[in-house]
């Protein structure tokens, strides 16, 4: 079946442009993460969602920064006024459950959105 | 807070030898412990876990041992392959939580 789907695979845009970046989970996982990977560095977490509710948004970087999953499905991560700091890799991921502990479910990833700021 | 440190520098190593990547890590409570791995032009994969203390995870010929007492969780392989190429990442997750936390990652080449 289909896995995690991003898109755009590649945006560039000029410091100050809003961009919008799309993440499809796995059909009927409960879980959709975002991370941000710097290069040369391992994935950082952003947010996480269980279903439509935003439960954790503590790695969101700063107030320019938003995601919304308003039907509990696809995703968008939305970053505003964009900094060249915010060049990265945005990695999406799904699971299939939620819970405390997080073991159980395996995060599966998308192959990410390359954001280069210029 | 959670972090994992992994070994600093690429790899590269010879096609059948022997694979060792150091990974350890600070967590609160018992946290779950993965290896994913980046294939080039692909995405994340989860390549093994162990979730408790002493478990090991295996899976294509890699192994690694959730040791508490040294907060180790080492990958190795006994014999590599040119396919193994890849960036490879130490990752957690801790009780009551559902991010991961990952390391740096090492780049591994394989040369025949």
């Known amino acids: 079946g289909a896995g995690v789907s991003q898109s755009p695979r590649y945006k560039v845009a000029k410091r100050g442009q809003d961009v919008a970046l799309r993440c499809d989970p796995i059909s009927g996982h409960v879980s959709l993460f975002w991370y941000q990977q710097a290069l040369g560095q391992g994935p950082e977490f952003l947010t996480y969602f269980q279903n439509e509710a935003q439960l954790d948004k503590s790695g969101l970087p700063s107030d320019r920064f938003f995601a919304e999953r308003p039907e509990g499905s696809v995703s968008t991560l939305k970053i505003q006024r964009t900094q060249q700091e915010d060049s990265a890799v945005y990695l999406c991921a799904s699971s299939l459950g939620s819970g405390g502990r997080g073991s159980t479910y395996e995060q599966y990833f998308g192959p990410g959105t390359r954001l280069t700021v210029t | 807070g959670n972090s994992v440190t992994q070994m600093e520098g690429p790899v590269t190593l010879s096609e059948e030898a022997f694979l060792t990547i150091n990974c350890t890590y600070t967590?609160?409570?018992?946290?779950?412990l993965f290896w994913y791995v980046q294939y080039p032009g692909e995405g994340l994969q989860l390549l093994l876990k162990?979730?408790?203390?002493?478990d090991k995870g295996s899976n294509k010929g890699f192994e690694a041992t959730y040791r508490k007492e040294t907060t180790s969780f080492h990958l190795e392989k006994g014999s590599v392959q040119v396919s193994d190429s890849a960036v490879y990442f130490c990752a957690l997750i801790s009780s009551g939580n559902n991010r991961l936390a990952f390391g740096k990652g090492n780049q591994v080449v394989v040369i025949p």
């Open positions: 162990a979730t408790k203390a002493d």
């Open positions: 967590a609160t409570g018992y946290p779950s």
